[in-house]
Protein backbone atom coordinates (compact mmCIF):
# COMPACT_ATOMS: atom_id res chain seq x y z
CA UNK A 1 0.00 0.00 0.00
CA UNK A 2 1.17 3.28 -0.89
CA UNK A 3 -0.35 6.87 -0.39
CA UNK A 4 0.93 7.70 -3.83
CA UNK A 5 0.34 5.84 -7.65
CA UNK A 6 2.90 3.84 -8.67
CA UNK A 7 3.31 7.12 -11.72
CA UNK A 8 3.32 9.13 -8.75
CA UNK A 9 6.34 6.99 -7.56
CA UNK A 10 8.24 6.52 -10.21
CA UNK A 11 8.44 10.82 -10.80
CA UNK A 12 9.04 11.20 -7.25
CA UNK A 13 11.91 9.16 -6.90
CA UNK A 14 13.57 10.04 -10.52
CA UNK A 15 13.87 13.77 -9.25
CA UNK A 16 14.90 12.73 -6.30
CA UNK A 17 17.46 10.46 -6.58
CA UNK A 18 19.17 10.52 -10.23
CA UNK A 19 21.84 12.97 -9.30
CA UNK A 20 23.03 10.37 -6.93
CA UNK A 21 22.39 7.11 -8.39
CA UNK A 22 26.17 6.63 -9.64
CA UNK A 23 27.43 7.97 -5.38
CA UNK A 24 24.69 5.41 -3.48
CA UNK A 25 26.16 2.48 -5.49
CA UNK A 26 29.73 3.89 -4.22
CA UNK A 27 28.32 3.47 -0.63
CA UNK A 28 26.18 -0.20 -0.80
CA UNK A 29 29.72 -1.02 -2.13
CA UNK A 30 31.40 -0.53 1.15
CA UNK A 31 28.11 -0.75 3.51
CA UNK A 32 27.61 -4.59 1.91
CA UNK A 33 31.00 -6.07 2.74
CA UNK A 34 32.05 -4.06 5.84
CA UNK A 35 29.06 -4.37 7.54
CA UNK A 36 25.34 -6.05 6.21
CA UNK A 37 27.26 -9.08 4.50
CA UNK A 38 27.72 -10.79 7.90
CA UNK A 39 23.70 -11.08 8.22
CA UNK A 40 23.53 -12.95 4.75
CA UNK A 41 24.66 -16.44 4.18
CA UNK A 42 25.93 -16.50 0.31
CA UNK A 43 23.77 -19.54 -0.75
CA UNK A 44 20.71 -17.92 1.26
CA UNK A 45 17.66 -16.20 -0.21
CA UNK A 46 16.91 -12.84 0.45
CA UNK A 47 14.30 -10.13 -0.38
CA UNK A 48 14.75 -6.50 -0.68
CA UNK A 49 11.77 -4.84 0.81
CA UNK A 50 11.06 -0.90 -0.93
CA UNK A 51 14.28 -1.75 -2.90
CA UNK A 52 14.40 1.75 -5.06
CA UNK A 53 16.87 1.12 -7.48
CA UNK A 54 18.35 -2.26 -6.87
CA UNK A 55 21.60 -0.97 -4.84
CA UNK A 56 21.51 -3.39 -1.92
CA UNK A 57 19.83 -6.26 -3.82
CA UNK A 58 22.36 -5.97 -6.80
CA UNK A 59 25.42 -5.92 -4.67
CA UNK A 60 24.39 -8.40 -1.59
CA UNK A 61 26.13 -11.99 -2.15
CA UNK A 62 23.36 -14.61 -2.03
CA UNK A 63 21.83 -17.43 -3.72
CA UNK A 64 18.74 -16.34 -4.99
CA UNK A 65 17.77 -12.53 -4.94
CA UNK A 66 14.03 -10.80 -4.50
CA UNK A 67 13.27 -6.95 -4.97
CA UNK A 68 10.12 -5.58 -4.04
CA UNK A 69 8.56 -2.35 -4.57
CA UNK A 70 5.62 -0.18 -6.24
CA UNK A 71 7.65 1.63 -8.15
CA UNK A 72 7.36 0.52 -11.93
CA UNK A 73 10.77 2.40 -12.37
CA UNK A 74 12.26 -0.23 -10.06
CA UNK A 75 13.01 -3.34 -12.41
CA UNK A 76 14.87 -1.31 -14.73
CA UNK A 77 17.51 -0.75 -12.28
CA UNK A 78 18.03 -4.51 -11.25
CA UNK A 79 20.59 -7.39 -12.18
CA UNK A 80 18.69 -9.94 -14.73
CA UNK A 81 19.69 -12.31 -11.34
CA UNK A 82 17.28 -10.64 -9.25
CA UNK A 83 13.22 -11.14 -9.71
CA UNK A 84 10.49 -8.02 -9.39
CA UNK A 85 7.64 -8.13 -7.54
CA UNK A 86 5.67 -4.93 -8.21
CA UNK A 87 2.91 -4.71 -5.80
CA UNK A 88 1.62 -3.63 -2.52
CA UNK A 89 3.63 -4.89 -0.07
CA UNK A 90 0.89 -5.05 2.83
CA UNK A 91 -1.07 -7.47 0.70
CA UNK A 92 -0.19 -11.03 0.45
CA UNK A 93 3.35 -11.32 -1.12
CA UNK A 94 3.75 -13.18 -4.23
CA UNK A 95 6.15 -15.81 -2.10
CA UNK A 96 5.47 -19.21 -0.46
CA UNK A 97 5.63 -19.20 3.59
CA UNK A 98 9.10 -19.74 5.04
CA UNK A 99 10.49 -19.25 1.78
CA UNK A 100 13.02 -16.57 2.58
CA UNK A 101 16.39 -16.42 4.76
CA UNK A 102 16.52 -12.43 4.77
CA UNK A 103 14.71 -9.73 4.35
CA UNK A 104 16.26 -6.22 3.82
CA UNK A 105 14.79 -2.74 4.04
CA UNK A 106 16.21 0.55 3.71
CA UNK A 107 14.26 3.90 4.84
CA UNK A 108 10.96 2.55 3.34
CA UNK A 109 8.62 1.90 6.13
CA UNK A 110 8.29 5.65 6.77
CA UNK A 111 6.73 6.02 3.47
CA UNK A 112 4.21 3.93 4.21
CA UNK A 113 0.56 5.25 4.85
CA UNK A 114 -0.01 4.04 8.60
CA UNK A 115 1.20 1.91 10.97
CA UNK A 116 -2.16 -0.28 9.72
CA UNK A 117 -0.25 -1.12 6.49
CA UNK A 118 3.15 -1.43 8.37
CA UNK A 119 1.70 -4.13 10.43
CA UNK A 120 0.19 -5.89 7.64
CA UNK A 121 3.70 -5.57 5.85
CA UNK A 122 5.32 -6.88 8.98
CA UNK A 123 2.73 -10.38 9.08
CA UNK A 124 3.76 -10.90 5.31
CA UNK A 125 7.36 -10.51 6.43
CA UNK A 126 7.23 -13.52 9.09
CA UNK A 127 5.13 -15.62 7.35
CA UNK A 128 7.89 -15.37 4.42
CA UNK A 129 11.11 -15.65 6.46
CA UNK A 130 12.10 -19.53 7.43
CA UNK A 131 12.13 -20.46 11.38
CA UNK A 132 15.63 -18.44 12.22
CA UNK A 133 15.26 -15.75 9.28
CA UNK A 134 16.02 -12.45 9.38
CA UNK A 135 14.71 -9.07 8.98
CA UNK A 136 16.77 -6.33 8.77
CA UNK A 137 15.39 -2.82 9.35
CA UNK A 138 17.23 0.00 8.54
CA UNK A 139 15.61 3.55 8.66
CA UNK A 140 15.49 7.49 10.32
CA UNK A 141 14.35 8.05 13.40
CA UNK A 142 12.25 10.29 14.13
CA UNK A 143 13.62 10.67 17.92
CA UNK A 144 16.92 12.53 16.39
CA UNK A 145 15.19 13.79 13.10
CA UNK A 146 12.91 16.56 14.76
CA UNK A 147 11.44 18.55 12.06
CA UNK A 148 14.02 17.36 9.09
CA UNK A 149 11.90 13.69 9.48
CA UNK A 150 9.15 15.62 7.50
CA UNK A 151 11.12 17.58 4.75
CA UNK A 152 10.64 14.16 2.42
CA UNK A 153 6.34 15.23 1.63
CA UNK A 154 6.26 11.11 1.13
CA UNK A 155 7.16 10.20 4.95
CA UNK A 156 3.92 9.10 6.72
CA UNK A 157 4.88 6.81 9.20
CA UNK A 158 7.19 8.06 12.16
CA UNK A 159 9.32 4.99 14.11
CA UNK A 160 12.08 5.37 16.65
CA UNK A 161 14.17 2.15 17.10
CA UNK A 162 12.14 1.42 20.18
CA UNK A 163 8.77 1.75 18.46
CA UNK A 164 10.17 -0.60 15.35
CA UNK A 165 11.07 -2.70 18.36
CA UNK A 166 7.38 -3.01 20.15
CA UNK A 167 5.74 -3.67 16.49
CA UNK A 168 7.98 -6.50 15.91
CA UNK A 169 7.34 -8.20 18.87
CA UNK A 170 3.80 -7.51 18.81
CA UNK A 171 4.01 -9.50 15.30
CA UNK A 172 5.96 -12.68 17.00
CA UNK A 173 9.90 -11.42 16.14
CA UNK A 174 12.39 -11.78 18.45
CA UNK A 175 14.53 -8.71 18.58
CA UNK A 176 17.86 -9.03 19.61
CA UNK A 177 19.87 -6.17 17.52
CA UNK A 178 17.80 -2.98 18.37
CA UNK A 179 20.71 0.05 17.61
CA UNK A 180 18.87 3.65 18.23
CA UNK A 181 21.57 5.19 16.33
CA UNK A 182 23.75 4.05 13.27
CA UNK A 183 23.85 5.94 9.71
CA UNK A 184 23.51 9.00 9.20
CA UNK A 185 20.13 10.77 7.72
CA UNK A 186 20.36 11.09 4.03
CA UNK A 187 22.34 11.24 0.79
CA UNK A 188 20.13 13.70 -0.62
CA UNK A 189 21.65 17.34 -1.45
CA UNK A 190 24.13 16.34 1.19
CA UNK A 191 28.14 16.37 0.59
CA UNK A 192 29.32 12.89 -1.16
CA UNK A 193 32.49 12.48 0.72
CA UNK A 194 34.83 9.57 -0.09
CA UNK A 195 33.61 6.47 0.83
CA UNK A 196 36.62 5.62 2.78
CA UNK A 197 35.37 7.87 5.85
CA UNK A 198 32.50 4.98 5.74
CA UNK A 199 34.99 2.11 6.30
CA UNK A 200 36.29 4.39 9.40
CA UNK A 201 33.00 5.57 10.47
CA UNK A 202 31.67 1.57 10.48
CA UNK A 203 34.58 0.45 12.86
CA UNK A 204 34.13 3.18 15.17
CA UNK A 205 30.84 3.42 17.50
CA UNK A 206 31.17 6.37 19.16
CA UNK A 207 30.78 8.48 15.81
CA UNK A 208 27.75 6.58 15.54
CA UNK A 209 26.63 8.51 18.80
CA UNK A 210 27.57 11.62 17.14
CA UNK A 211 26.50 11.78 13.40
CA UNK A 212 23.93 8.59 13.82
CA UNK A 213 20.15 9.68 12.66
CA UNK A 214 18.86 5.84 11.57
CA UNK A 215 17.97 3.33 13.44
CA UNK A 216 18.97 -0.51 12.97
CA UNK A 217 16.74 -3.15 14.01
CA UNK A 218 17.81 -7.36 13.34
CA UNK A 219 14.43 -9.45 14.03
CA UNK A 220 14.41 -12.82 13.82
CA UNK A 221 11.45 -15.39 12.95
CA UNK A 222 11.61 -18.10 16.05
CA UNK A 223 8.61 -20.06 14.87
Known amino acids: MSANTPEDLQRIYHARFEKTAAYRRKVWSVLLPDFFQQYVDPAGTVLDLGAGYGEFINQVKCGKKYAMDLNPGTKAALDPSVTFLQQDCSARWQLED ?70 LVTRGFDVPLCEGRFLP ?33 IAINPQ
Request: aromatic fraction near 14%; charge should be positive.
Open 185 to 217: YTMVDAPEYPVVFLRIYLKLKIAWRLFGKQFLV
Open 98 to 167: DSLDVVFTSNFFEHLPNKDALGRTLDEVRRCLKPGGKLIALGPNIKYLPGKYWEFWDHHVALTENSMKEA
